[in-house]
């Protein structure tokens, strides 16, 4: 098993900056790889950004070029930095952890508003 703590949400100003961080304990020795995940109000979760264990990463394309996630293989921890932020991208932010065997773990979640 595998818990996850989520970090960093919080109100911030359109085209400002937050950092979220995810926190992995457990059996992080199995972890293939760390996502982020969001959902905004009435829309479905959907995948902000992945890295795999061998350090590849993907991006929606609404968030490339503006979101940024890096992994610390020795903390078990991954971070999203996300800059130049819209309106759009506020929603609750959810890591998502996957294992080798195929198993995934969410954490709560983290709240990002992004509002003047």
């Known amino acids: 098993q595998v818990q996850l703590v989520e970090s960093g949400g919080g109100l911030v100003q359109p085209v400002g900056s937050l950092r979220l961080s995810c926190a992995a304990s457990g059996s992080t020795l199995s972890i293939y790889a760390m996502c982020w995940y969001r959902q905004a109000p009435g829309k479905q979760r959907e995948l902000v950004a992945q890295s795999t264990f061998g350090g590849s990463t993907n991006y929606a394309d609404s968030v490339k070029g503006r979101l940024t996630i890096t992994r610390d293989n020795a903390k078990n921890t991954v971070y999203l930095q996300m800059n130049s932020l819209k309106p759009e991208d506020a929603a609750v932010y959810y890591c998502?952890?996957?294992?080798?065997?195929?198993?995934?773990?969410w954490g709560k979640g983290t709240l990002v508003t992004v509002s003047s």
């Open positions: 998502k952890v996957g294992l080798r065997s195929g198993a995934n773990y």
